[in-house]
């Protein structure tokens, strides 16, 4: 959907074009609405609040609205005997999906792919005591968890990293109009991103940006409409 559509949907549903009812909404004020609209929907997507109840690739529709999304990065890090640490995650990190690691050990020369399952950051201490659940390089698998936007990996004294890659689902690219403020950096804009997503899930964002943006004036009659129309669609 190009960029001159999606206003035009927008102000349709809002301002009544034909009547010029209703408030006037200033172009950067709808690419903001969209942007926190594509933001409210990857999360009600991924955490399954939405009408079926389904999360992330919890069927085929929600593994390919979401695919665009999972984006694989390495990870630079620094090692101790106890676990590897990693440098900031990416700044385009959204939500976790998996770790893919592969080590080698004194033993065995070969790299060998870890099992990495995320942990609490209460549960650290239990985890390292449990002979259970405690990195095995014996049995494949570890555990990591996250936090002060870094990721912690736990291991045995001797492996060392072959490779060390974060899953994860980025930001979706925010919306600019062409002559329009942007709002990161104040500017007026002279390029024009469009929306990523495919035109359906589009038409879904631009009914959650009209309910924001009804919201915003009190106008409940667009807002329960709007709102109503993304939650049977979703």
């Given at each position: 959907m190009n960029n001159t559509v999606l206003q035009l949907?927008?102000?349709?549903?809002?301002?009544?074009?034909?009547?010029?009812?209703?408030?006037?909404f200033e172009c950067w004020q709808i690419a903001e609405a969209?942007?926190?609209?594509?933001?409210?929907?990857?999360?009600t997507q991924v955490h399954g609040h939405n009408t079926y109840k389904e999360g992330d690739e919890s069927s085929r529709l929600m593994i390919d609205d979401l695919q665009l999304l999972i984006k694989e990065s390495p990870l630079t890090y620094?090692?101790?005997?106890?676990?590897?640490?990693?440098?900031?995650?990416?700044?385009?990190?959204?939500?976790?999906k998996r770790f893919d690691l592969k080590v080698i050990a004194n033993c065995c020369p070969t790299p060998a792919l870890m099992l990495v399952y995320l942990a609490e950051q209460a549960n650290v201490n239990n985890l390292l005591?449990?002979?259970?659940?405690?990195p095995s390089y014996?049995?494949?698998?570890?555990f990591a968890v996250l936090g002060a936007n870094r990721a912690r990996v736990f291991k045995?004294?001797?492996?060392?990293?072959?490779?060390?890659?974060?899953?994860?689902?980025?930001?979706p690219r925010e919306v600019v109009f062409t002559g329009c403020?942007?709002?990161?950096?104040?500017?007026?804009?002279?390029?024009?991103?469009?929306?990523?997503?495919?035109?359906?899930?589009?038409?879904l964002i631009v009914e959650g940006a009209c309910a924001i943006l009804a919201g915003d004036i009190e106008s409940m009659n667009q807002y329960q409409r709007a709102a109503s129309n993304l939650q049977r669609n979703n």
């Open positions: 949907k927008i102000k349709e549903r809002l301002n009544k074009l034909a009547s010029l009812d209703y408030d006037n969209f942007n926190k609209a594509q933001i409210e929907w990857v999360r620094t090692s101790t005997d106890e676990y590897f640490e990693t440098e900031l995650i990416p700044a385009d990190y959204l939500y976790y005591t449990d002979s259970f659940r405690n014996k049995w494949g698998e570890t045995e004294a001797d492996w060392q990293v072959d490779t060390l890659n974060l899953v994860y689902y980025r930001k403020v942007n709002l990161n950096t104040g500017a007026v804009s002279a390029v024009d991103v469009t929306c990523e997503f495919k035109d359906d899930i589009a038409e």
